[in-house]
Each structure stands twice: as C-alpha cells, then as structure tokens.
C-alpha cells in the first residue's frame, strides 16, 4: 500500500470538493459519488515524518486519538490531494486521492472469500509454475486466490526435492524457519508408523497442527512421484463452508463450536505430549469467520459439564458428518509436479488410502507462518502498486 500523502502510478482518481459534516469530511469524487472520512482516523493516518515516528518523537499532543477532534480547514490542494490543517498548531496533513479511495473501498467492500463445495469441480484457482516464478504481481496473485478460495493449485513445479521451498519463499517461507517445523519434510509411507502423515491408509478431512497454541498458516505440499496404483488422491473441504451451513442449518450447534473450546493432542512420537485448546469456529469481531481449527484424529475427550454432553457430542457428530460427505469434498489426483498451497486455518485435506511400493507416493511439504504470509502480501502489493487489502487473509484459528 502506498502512503496516504503518496498515489500509485497513473491514479485516475480526482477529488472534486471536501466539506465538514460534524466530526467526518465528505469527499466529494469525479464521478459523482462521496465518502465520508472520520476526522480522527484521518489524523491518525498522518504520513508525515513527525507523526510517523510519533513515539520515538516523545509527541504527547492533546488530539491524538480524541474522537471529538476538528480540523481548521479542510481544501483540495494544488495537487490534487486532500489538504487538511489541523488544531491546536496548525500542522497540515496530505492524502492523496488514490489512496484515500484505496481506503474507501477496503472498508466498504472488504474481502469475501468464496465459499465452495464439490461443485466447484474443474473450476480449480489455479497458476502454472513459471508464470508464478515470473513476477511478483503473479505472486501476489497467487496469494490473492488463496485468500479468495482457501488454496490454489500450481502446476508444473519441477519435481526436484527442495523445490517447494523455492516456490514457498515467494510467499513468505524462511528456509530453516523460525518455527519447529524448519525444513521441507518428506511425505511417504513408511511402515508400522505411528504417525497417520507417514502411514498409507486413509486420512479423513482436518487442518494440521490442531494442538498447537498457534498452527502453521500455509501448507504447501508438493507432488514429486504420485501412487502407481492410483491411490492417495487429495481431499479438500472449505471449512468456512461448513461452518456457515451450520451456522443457517444448525444455528445452536454452531454457536457452541464458536463459544467452547475443544482440546487436541499430537499424534506419534515427536509431538506425543502436544497439546492445545481451540474454538473449532473462530468469529471475527464482526461474526465473520476467520479460522477453523479441527482434527478428529487429534480431538481430547470432551471435557464439558454433564448436562452439556449431549449437545457437545450432537456438535462433533455434525462437523465429522459433513466434512466426509462427499458433496462438500473436492477431489485432486495429483501428478508429479503439482503443488498446492492450503490455507490451514480454512481448508481441511486429507487423501484416499494407497498401496505401498517400491517407488511409491512422494511428497515434500513445507508450513509458513501466518504472520509471514500477511506480510509478504503487503510488501508485493506496496511494489505492484496495488491496495493492500490487509483482509484477504483472516486472522485465523485462535484460542
């Protein structure tokens, strides 16, 4: 995102006229429509060097964030841009027209991702590998279907080890990681494991990482040798559709997976005394989703008062039913050479069972911080000149 004092290349935008209603400005546009800005919000917004180091500054101004603060005078300036003085010193703020639209947009039309099921058949978001490793608008596209659609598809990665480390540090991936999860990890059966990634029989839909405190934000795995029998094939389930068919069929249910946190434990030896609480459904302050949090594989056992039992139990129950209908499952056979990137406070995958061979089923997978991925889209989206839209990926499963 551009600053406010600052527009993108080839800004279309004019400012027309700015008047005072109250505590807001309205800014009229060239195009006939108006936008109210909040005085304080806009003297928040403040780009100049003085109020962007306002800490390190030691500034303790009377107006800093009072709600009831006015400005002295309100213009389009020269250059087109919004000039506003503000009291008790007369100091004047700049915001360009784009930018000020950029904002307008991201608070009346936030993102909303689309919400999916098995009809969304062939329909797969989807980029080809070198379009991807092209530019950094191409990534931040990526990105932007991930946020749109929980995951997306990319093809034709080379099927060489360590190459989703690669693909996963255009989006936000440190090799080595800050995290326990470091490095690419290899993906293939192995026998009598105790761990249900390694193993060959079927895993049925959930996200990664339910006892932890915080799960992993993406999850790329990459296809390097696909099952010869044909087996293994992926399993995806939008969790947010899901849980708003819940939330509009089974209201009461949804609510308590939104209200009570369920505990999960690790599963196989490495992470065998792992354990987190989480809300299944995580709200936003609006209601809106912003994570899902759920593993069956991984779930304690229920620790809610005796009378609750029932409607805890009648909850779980809806939740495994719905994400192993086949109706709300996608299917992705993939080849060598297929990645894909999942949300993993979204999407839940899981895979169809598969023989072991010789030369059998061989993925890498790699994890990214959520908090990583919200950056990079910030960082290509301020080098493409794009608006930031900070909301295109939810805050995520927590607590």
């Known amino acids: 995102m551009v600053s406010p004092g600052q527009d993108k290349e080839e800004s279309h935008e004019r400012i027309e006229g700015v008047q005072r209603h109250g505590n807001r400005l309205r800014v009229r546009w060239h195009d006939g429509s108006s936008t109210d800005y909040h005085c304080t919000w806009l003297r928040d917004w403040c780009s100049c060097g003085l109020c962007r180091n306002r800490y390190v500054n030691g500034a303790t101004e009377s107006w800093f964030l009072a709600p ?30 784009g930018w000020l639209r950029e904002r307008r947009e991201c608070r009346s039309s936030p993102t909303r991702p689309t919400l999916w099921a098995r009809d969304l058949g062939d329909a797969l978001p989807s980029m080809d590998c070198d379009e991807v490793y092209s ?163 991984n779930l304690l056992p229920v620790g809610a008062p005796e009378d609750r039992l029932d409607l805890v139990y009648e909850a779980l129950h809806d939740v495994i039913r719905r994400i192993t209908a086949p109706e709300n499952q996608i299917r992705i056979p993939l080849s060598a050479s297929d990645c894909l990137v999942i949300d993993n406070h979204r999407v839940l995958h899981g895979r169809m069972s598969f023989n072991i061979t010789q030369a059998g089923r061989h993925l890498q997978s790699v994890y990214i911080d959520r908090d990583d991925v919200r950056t990079r889209h910030r960082v290509l989206a301020r080098q493409s000149n794009q608006a930031d839209l900070g909301c295109f990926l939810p805050f995520g499963a927590r607590g």
């Open 68 to 97: 009831d603060i006015e400005p002295v005078l309100a213009a389009v300036g020269r250059s087109g841009a919004l000039e506003v003085t503000w009291p008790p010193d007369g100091h004047v703020s700049v915001f360009a027209p």
């Open 135 to 297: 530019s950094e608008e191409r990534q931040l596209r990526l990105l932007r279907l991930v946020g749109e659609f929980g995951f997306a598809l990319v093809r034709n990665v080379p099927a060489r080890r360590e190459e989703v480390e690669r693909l996963a540090g255009l989006l936000g991936y440190e090799p080595g990681g800050r995290r326990h999860w470091g490095r690419a990890d290899d993906v293939m059966a192995i026998p009598n494991t105790d761990n249900a990634t390694y193993a060959h029989r079927a895993l049925r839909p959930h996200t990664d990482y339910t006892y932890a405190a915080w799960p992993p934000g993406l999850f790329v795995f990459h296809c390097l040798r696909a099952s010869p029998d044909g087996g293994g094939v992926s399993l995806l389930v939008d969790g947010f559709h899901i849980a708003e068919t819940m939330r509009r069929e089974s209201p009461d249910l949804f609510e308590l997976l939104a209200r009570m946190p369920m505990a999960f434990r690790g599963e196989g030896s490495f992470v065998d005394e792992w354990r987190a609480e989480g809300r299944i459904f995580t709200l936003d302050p609006y209601g809106n989703m912003a994570g899902v949090r759920f593993s069956p594989d």
